[in-house]
C-alpha cells in the first residue's frame, strides 16, 4: 500500500479533515503523508495570528485534541481568558491557556520574520508530528461570507454568529495575491494520490483551491484525485456545510459534493448509508465507493484511512 | 491631611514603590493622588508589550499581586507557559496565565492605536481602581545597563542575568525622543507634593527623571520633595539597588540617596535603623526623619504613608 501511494497529499480544513490525517498518519510512514491547510479562517485576535484549521491538525495529530469540542486542547484551562474578560476584551473567541501558548509562538516566530511554513513546520516538530502539515499559502487570504446581514469575516461568521446568517456567496479576500508555498508545490509536483478530505466544501477546500496555481495543477495531475464527503445521509457530521450547500443551491448530498467537484475528481467515498448514490455519481465519470466514513474512533479513522488507500486500486 | 496634600504625586518602579502607592490609595482620597510609573523595564516578548513596573503597580493596588514572587497575580497559573516551554520558546520571563491577558489587553489596545497613557487607565479601570496610574511617558524608552560582558537590555539584566554582572554604566535608550504625556505633565503642575517611592535610584526613579522636563519641573517645583528611602541599614529591600549603589561608586546608604537626589529633595525618609545619618543629611539641606519603613503588612504601608503626609508640615 505505501509502495503504490509513495505520496499521499491531503486537503482539509478542521475537524473532519484532521480526523483522515490522523487515520492517514497511522498507516502511512513519515514522509508518504503531506496535508494541506486551509489558512482562509486564520486572522489577528487579541494582537495574535492565529490559524484554527492548522492547530486543530497539529493537536489532533499529536494526540492533544479536544474531542468534546473540536477545537482546542483537552484539559485546557481558561485563567487568561477569564481575566481578557475583566479587562473587557473580547472574549468569544475562546483561547485556552496552552492553546493560548500556540498563537503566542506563532506570532512571536511570524514577528522574528519566518514563514507560516516555516512556524508549523517548526510547531509541528515540536509536537512529535512527524508528517509534513502545510499551509496552503504563506501569504495572507480572508474567507468573508456575504449574508443578507452585510459581509462576515469568517470567525464573526462562524463562531460569533454560530454560522446562522443566510450564506449569499462567499468570498477569498486577497487570493489573487497569494501563491502556494514551494512546499505545497513540492508536495503536489510529488503527488501520487491526492485526497480532499471531508471538509466543508466552500470554507476548508474552495480556499485552498482558490490560490493562484492549485486548481489547475489538481485538474492537471495524473494521479487520482479522491474526496472523501462531508455529508452523511443529507447531513453535514459537524458544522455547515450541509446548511451552506441548501443557500448556496446545492443538492445536499454526496451526489452534490461530487457534481460540485466534478471536474476534479476521479473518485468519491461516500457513507454506506448513501450507497443507493453511487450509481448517479458514477454517470458524472466518478468511481463512487461506499464506506463506513464517520470517524468516531481512532479504529475507525485508520480504517477508513487503509480502506481509501485499497479503494484506488479500484480506480 | 488630604487637603493640605491635595494632589499627591509618587513617582516608582516595581515592588517597593507600589507598596507605598497601596498605603498612599489607603490615605488619599481617589483624585488625589497620582502614580508616575517608570516603563524603562517595558520590552516586548512573545510579540506583547510587556510592562512589568506598570503590572507591579496595577496588581498591588487591586490587591491581586503575589506577595511571595514581588511580580505577578497570586495563584496564577502557568500553562500557557509550560506550552511555550515546549514549543522551544522562552521561557526565562515568566508569565503566569492571568498576568499574560494583562499583557495581551494591553498589546492588542496599543495596536488598536491607543495611548500607553490611555491603556493603562483603561487596566487600571477594569481593575477597580480609583488613583491615577501614569506611564512616564507614551513613547518607547529602554533601559540599558552596561557590564563587563557588554551591554545588557533591563530584562536581560534583571531576569534572565538575575542581576549578578557588574555594572559600569546605565543608559535609557531613546529617552532624548520621549516627553511626558499630558497627564503626567498635568500631574506635576498640579502637585502639592512630590514623593520618590523606595525604588531603585539608577533603574526606577532616574528613567522617569530623564524624560525631558521631568527633572526640571521637579527641580523648579515650589512644592516638597521627599523620598522613602530604599536602603535599610546598608542593604536593599528587595533587589539590586544596593549592588548597584556600590558598583557605580555611590556610598551605600539613605545618606548616598540622600546626596544622589541632593538638587531635588526637601526631605527624606530613612529607616529608624539608620536614625545616625540624620545630622549629616540636614547637612545638605534635607530634612531628614526617621520612621520604620519597612512596609511588610499593609498596616505598616498605610501607617508610612499617613506618617509621611504628616511630615511634611515638618519639612
Same mark, same amino acid.
Given at each position: 500500500m505505501t509502495t503504490l501511494h509513495a505520496h499521499v497529499v491531503l486537503l482539509v480544513g478542521g475537524v473532519g479533515g484532521a480526523k483522515l490525517a490522523v487515520g492517514l498518519a497511522n498507516v502511512l510512514p513519515p514522509g508518504a503523508l503531506s496535508i494541506i491547510v486551509n489558512t482562509g479562517d486564520d486572522f489577528e485576535h487579541l494582537g495574535l495570528h492565529i490559524s484554527p484549521d492548522l492547530d486543530t491538525v497539529l493537536y489532533s495529530l499529536s494526540d492533544l485534541a479536544n474531542p468534546q469540542t473540536g477545537w482546542g486542547i483537552a484539559n485546557d484551562t481558561f485563567h487568561a481568558m477569564e481575566m481578557v474578560g475583566q479587562y473587557g476584551g473580547p472574549t468569544?473567541? !475562546?483561547?485556552?491557556?496552552?492553546?493560548?501558548?500556540?498563537?503566542?509562538? !506563532?506570532?512571536?516566530?511570524? !514577528?522574528?520574520?519566518?514563514?507560516?511554513?516555516?512556524?508549523? !513546520?517548526?510547531?509541528?516538530?515540536?509536537?512529535?508530528?512527524?508528517?509534513?502539515?502545510?499551509?496552503m499559502t504563506d501569504q495572507s487570504v480572508q474567507t468573508r461570507i456575504e449574508t443578507g446581514d452585510g459581509c462576515l469575516a469568517f470567525q464573526e461568521y462562524f463562531v460569533r454568529e454560530r454560522w446562522q446568517p443566510i450564506a449569499q456567496s462567499i468570498r477569498f479576500e486577497d487570493v489573487e495575491n497569494a501563491r502556494p508555498s514551494q512546499a505545497v508545490q513540492q508536495a503536489l509536483g510529488e503527488a501520487t494520490l491526492i485526497i480532499f478530505g471531508p471538509s466543508n466544501p466552500f470554507l476548508s477546500i474552495d480556499p485552498i483551491l482558490a490560490i493562484p496555481g492549485i486548481r489547475d495543477t489538481i485538474a492537471g495531475s495524473p494521479v487520482p484525485c479522491i474526496a472523501v464527503s462531508p455529508i452523511i445521509g443529507g447531513q453535514a457530521v459537524k458544522g455547515p456545510a450541509a446548511k451552506l450547500m441548501a443557500e448556496l443551491g446545492h443538492d445536499v448530498s454526496s451526489l452534490g459534493i461530487a457534481t460540485y467537484y466534478q471536474d476534479l475528481l476521479d473518485g468519491i467515498i461516500l457513507d454506506t448509508v448513501d450507497v443507493e448514490m453511487c450509481e448517479e455519481i458514477e454517470k458524472l465519470h466518478i468511481r463512487a465507493i461506499a464506506r463506513n466514513i464517520l470517524m468516531t474512533t481512532l479504529v475507525e479513522k485508520t480504517e477508513l484511512a487503509a480502506s481509501l488507500l485499497q479503494c484506488i486500486e479500484e480506480i
Open positions: 468569544w473567541f !475562546r483561547l485556552g491557556d496552552r492553546d493560548l501558548a500556540t498563537s503566542l509562538a !506563532r506570532t512571536s516566530m511570524l !514577528r522574528e520574520g519566518k514563514s507560516l511554513t516555516e512556524v508549523t !513546520r517548526h510547531l509541528a516538530t515540536a509536537l512529535g508530528i512527524e508528517h509534513a502539515v502545510l499551509p
